[in-house]
């Protein structure tokens, strides 16, 4: 029987799982659930980022990790929370924030629309404050990606501003991002 980490009503969050690869590499490649991301991702790079929430989870005990419906077992992509190194400078701001967690979610295009990723950022955000006791999270969406900035209203996230992110290309139509943030 599957070992969740937590459910909620209808969904579980478990750990990562050698046969969630394919399917996963699967939604790096697909131009709709990539929209909004730099660019898409080869099956090497959804590895290695898959390697780094292991790790991450064994040492802090949060990552970015699958999703699963209660009701088949189905993989429908993954949520959670991540340990963020570069810094944030406001736009009209001249403080920097960073070292910071932030909430995260990709779902498949088959599960959208069903309230999954509110229902489980919900459930995340509770254990963010509660069991890892964290006292701020934080959640960015390039601003563009109106889908991402939705579930962060709806689960009580505040816009604080937006800046540029240092981590892509100066061009691209991502690289402008809003910053969220809930306090506990
Ligand atoms: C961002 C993303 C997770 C949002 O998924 P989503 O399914 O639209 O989000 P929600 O879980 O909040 O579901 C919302 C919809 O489900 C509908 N819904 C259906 N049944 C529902 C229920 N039982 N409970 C709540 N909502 C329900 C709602 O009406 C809502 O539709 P609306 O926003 O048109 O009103 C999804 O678009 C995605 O994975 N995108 C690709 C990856 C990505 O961009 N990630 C973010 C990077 S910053």
């Known amino acids: 029987m599957t070992e969740y980490l937590f459910k909620t009503e209808r969904l579980g969050i478990r750990k990562w799982r050698e046969s969630d690869l394919l399917e996963f590499s699967k939604m790096g490649q697909d131009e709709k659930v990539m929209r909004y991301f730099p660019s898409l991702l080869s099956e090497q790079q ?11 989870q ?8 699958p999703l699963e419906k209660l009701d088949n ?7 959670g929370m991540a340990d963020q ?3 944030i400078k406001l736009d009209k701001s001249e403080s920097i924030i960073s070292e910071f967690v932030d909430i ?7 599960a959208w629309g069903n309230g999954y ?3 489980g ?3 995340w955000m509770d254990y963010g404050f509660e069991k890892v006791e964290l006292t701020t999270i934080y959640s960015i969406a390039p601003i563009i990606n109106i889908p991402s900035q939705s579930v962060m209203r709806k689960i009580g996230f505040e816009k604080i501003g937006v800046f540029n992110h240092p981590k892509i290309e100066l061009a691209h139509p991502t690289r402008k991002c809003a ?4 306090e506990k």
């Open 85 to 87: 190194d570069y810094n």
């Open 121 to 123: 950022a919900i459930a």
């Open 46 to 56: 959804t590895i290695d980022f898959v390697k780094r929430m292991q790790i991450q």
């Open 117 to 119: 990723a509110t229902e």
């Open 73 to 79: 077992q189905e993989f429908i992509g993954m949520l």
């Open 58 to 65: 064994k040492k802090k005990g949060y990552a970015y990790l």
């Open 104 to 110: 995260g979610w990709r779902l498949k295009t088959s």
């Open 179 to 182: 910053l969220f943030k809930k």
